[in-house]
């Protein structure tokens, strides 16, 4: 499957550029060592204080069924449509405490948002593709996933080998196909202060 078209105004790395968020999903089975090595990837991400907060609740369909159906149980309806369909389904959760001091740790989202985008660019290395969701039931997670209290679920992760766009259905399909659209560099890079042109 191609990857969709990038046109960066100035030129950036290839596997940034081949990283997108498609729809369909083949049931192609992810290989376990390259699953393992994007959760190493996300494992050495930055992370305030070195916290680490990032937790990554995984289920395999082909290895764990029951796993993947209690992660897709939680996705709303639009998302489950089409991201049950990946082999991997991820949830992914941050401690919003230091474990050191059990002070509130704001930078533990920017943190979790970190780890999954060096998971992600490593997925396209592997020649996988995945799609972020904020479309579930945080409530329904933290009950049926068992996440304590002093975890936050941020965003689901649909995993696998990218499908063709003709087994996606109607608007699904035509989004497949959408070209790739960004905010220009002057929207939001400033100078100094918030709003100045640099
Ligand atoms: C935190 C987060 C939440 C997202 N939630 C959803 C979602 O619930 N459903 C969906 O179809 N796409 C979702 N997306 C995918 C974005 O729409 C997508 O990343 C964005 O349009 C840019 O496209 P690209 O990833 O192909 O570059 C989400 C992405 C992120 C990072």
Redesign the pocket.
Known sequence: MQP?ETPADFPIEDLIAR???P?SFTDQRVDPGALSRCLEAARWAASCFNEQPWRYLVADRHADPEGHERLASCL?E??AAWATKAPVLLLVCARTTFTRNDKANRHAGYDA?QATAQLALQATAEGLVL?????FDAQAARERCAIPEEYEP??MIALGHHGPADALEGELREREAAP?SRRPQAEFVYGSRFGETR
Not at 131 to 135: L, P, T, V
């Open positions: 969709k990283r997108w968020s729809r709303v639009a998302n948002g799609h972020q969701m904020a479309g941020y965003a790739r």
